[in-house]
């Protein structure tokens, strides 16, 4: 009731966060909880950016969803990862989403904390990229974890989870030679 209705609805808002993520200036932005309606709205209006640094290409990854009504909902919902980058700075070379409770078992998690893992939708969204001016590559992972304080343990090992498969996705496009960057909501 604080808040003006304005600020409230999608079109009033979308514009400030597009005007907000332009401010930055950025070569890569790195968003969460952006479902793939907000997607496609944000990649029309960061697209179509004519400004110095240009314009971005878009990445998108909604949660692993087991049934086609459920990846109907999701483009409402709030799940999905969004990654955008500009193709001037940043020449992008390979896209990959891992959800993290596949990764569990591998890892070696047992007992109620690889169920819980394994429960989840979370994932990360894994974008190698390589710098059009030096060459160098950046392999970047856009991640949500879970979002209940009452499992801090559960956290921990999706973010491990992550940095290892941000780890392992640099390494096997290329030589293995990217910086990694790990950017996301932690909860935490």
């Known amino acids: 009731s604080y808040c003006l209705k304005l600020h409230r609805e999608w079109q009033g808002r979308s514009a400030r966060i597009i005007a907000e993520l332009q401010s930055y200036d950025a070569d890569i932005l790195c968003l969460q909880e952006c479902s793939k309606k907000c997607f496609e ?49 940043w020449k992008p070379v390979s ?47 856009n991640l949500h974890l879970h979002w209940d304080p009452r499992f801090p343990h559960l956290k921990a090992s999706q973010a491990e989870m992550a940095a290892r498969a941000l780890a392992q996705f640099s390494s096997s496009e290329g030589d293995g030679r990217a910086v990694l960057a790990l950017c996301g909501d932690f909860n935490s």
């Open 95 to 141: 896209v990959q989403a891992v959800r993290l409770g596949s990764q569990a078992e591998a890892r070696g998690h047992a007992g109620s904390l690889r169920e819980k893992l394994q429960s989840q939708s979370d994932s990360v969204l894994l974008v190698l990229l390589e710098h059009v001016a030096s060459g160098v590559r950046l392999a970047v992972g």
């Open 41 to 89: 709205a944000f990649s029309k209006q960061l697209g179509d950016t004519s400004g110095a640094s240009g314009p971005y290409a878009g990445f998108h990854h909604s949660a692993f969803l087991p049934s086609r009504r459920a990846a109907a909902e999701a483009r409402v919902s709030v799940t999905g990862l969004a990654t955008f980058v500009r193709p001037q700075a």
